[in-house]
């Protein structure tokens, strides 16, 4: 019964709508030149009791660097400690981290951590990437919470909504981006949507972009003389692999259950066997 509640537990917990994300998501085709500057938010949304932060901010040094940056932690806590506030041009990424002292409530709601301003170096397109991000509460323990990058580039998107990387980019319209989940997936109008979600179900609907007489049936979409299983291009190519169709949180579901199962068997094994050892002791003695 333990067990069931803590897989519960799990469950919940990593359904957290808190985000932590860049924004603009997107500056494309903005008109900007090497040596024009432009600035993002690290923003954060439906957090609750958050008492410190850490993050990272990493984009390509070739195209972008550091210019200037400003804190707006005074807007969350009254007061606190700042015991990270960096930049490194060379390999490209801001550091910062901050928590409230004991004078300070802490925070719940939404709100902007930081801006950072960017010059440009050269065209081309980086990705404003959020990572080794930590968010902790007032008793010390983590918050989880989703993340968002943002995306930059002086080229425009392209008409399947992919930039000059061959990626799709939500920036550029898609319901989502996939490129952690889907490298190089060019198909943006309608796998993405389905793929990148919890459950990767297909409706009526998505089997029309095939013709008008195609039809979900099997998760593949079926018409009287043909059957397509969608993949990474539109001609079809085969279902999508199983774990790249799981969430990380039914991954580590599976993963709790299988350690589970091993632990329940290693015991039944153990106690069969020590069972055994007294049953000879027994005849043993017996003889």
């Known amino acids: 019964m333990f067990f069931v509640a803590f897989l519960f537990y799990i469950c919940e917990v990593s359904a957290t709508s808190t985000k932590l994300y860049v924004d603009p998501i997107g500056i494309i085709n903005r008109g900007l030149n090497v040596g024009s500057t432009f600035w993002v938010n690290i923003n954060i949304s439906d957090v609750s009791d958050l008492a410190g932060f850490e993050l990272k901010l990493y984009w390509d040094p070739n195209i972008l660097t550091y210019n200037n940056d400003n804190i707006f932690v005074s807007n969350i806590w009254s007061d606190y400690y700042t015991w990270k506030r960096e930049s490194n041009v060379a390999e490209g990424y801001y550091y910062i981290g901050f928590t409230k002292r004991s004078s300070s409530s802490s925070f719940s709601g939404n ?86 979600s919890i459950t990767c179900s297909f409706s009526q609907i998505d089997c029309k972009i095939y013709g008008s007489s195609f039809y979900c049936s099997n998760g593949g979409c079926m018409s009287a003389t043909s059957t397509i299983y969608p993949g990474p291009n539109r001609g079809g190519g085969g279902r999508m692999p199983l774990m790249m169709s799981l969430s990380y949180t039914n991954i580590l579901m599976i993963l709790i259950v299988l350690i589970l199962i091993g632990i329940i068997i290693f015991g039944i094994l153990r106690f069969s066997n020590k069972n055994n050892k007294v049953d000879v002791n027994k005849q043993a003695k017996i003889l």
């Open 111 to 196: 709100g902007s951590l930081a801006q950072i301003e960017f010059k440009i170096k050269n065209n081309g397109m980086s990705i404003l990437d959020l990572k080794e991000t930590k968010l902790g509460n007032s008793n010390a323990l983590p918050i989880i919470h989703a993340l968002k990058d943002g995306v930059f580039s002086t080229y425009p998107c392209n008409s399947d909504r992919t930039l000059n990387d061959g990626k799709c980019h939500e920036a550029c319209g898609a319901s989502q981006s996939c490129d952690m989940i889907r490298p190089n997936n060019r198909w943006c109008d309608l796998y993405v949507s389905k793929f990148c």
